[in-house]
Nanobody
Framework: QVQLVESGGGLVQAGGSLRLSCAAS????????MAWFRQAPGKERHILAA????????YYADSVKGRFTISRDNAKNTVYLQMNSLKPEDTAVYYC????????????????WGQGTQVTVSS
């Protein structure tokens, strides 16, 4: 089972940017499709973006399309989420997850999760 550790969250003003990182322990990281989810207080966890093993294909939820970019560096066993033009409604805990298939959008299908990193966007 792959271990995932997110970092890069924090407090940012509306309109600002953050880059989240997710480091994986598994040396077969490049066998996994990776995804970013978020969960706001009182709301369900939902997918934001996903990227295929090779990085050749990506998926974005409508809510972040054009503002967020997912990428991966298989040599570093790391996946990134570049977040631009942040809005207060982006405030949530952000999680990365790994799956052997691409594209899996339902969080219940994922068994490998990081601990989450808090992103807070002030207005």
């Amino acid at each position: 089972q792959v271990q995932l550790v997110e970092s890069g969250g924090g407090l940012v003003q509306a309109g600002g940017s953050l880059r989240l990182s997710c480091a994986a322990s598994e040396h077969t990281f490049n066998n996994y499709a990776m995804a970013w989810f978020r969960q706001a207080p009182g709301k369900e966890r939902h997918i934001l973006a996903a990227i295929k093993w090779t990085g050749s294909s990506t998926y974005y939820a409508d809510s972040v399309k054009g503002r967020f970019t997912i990428s991966r560096d298989n040599a570093k066993n790391t996946v990134y989420l570049q977040m631009n033009s942040l809005k207060p409604e982006d405030t949530a805990v952000y999680y990365c997850a790994a799956h052997s298939a691409f594209i899996i959008t339902t969080p219940q299908a994922y068994k490998n999760w990081g601990q989450g990193t808090q992103v807070t966007v002030s207005s």
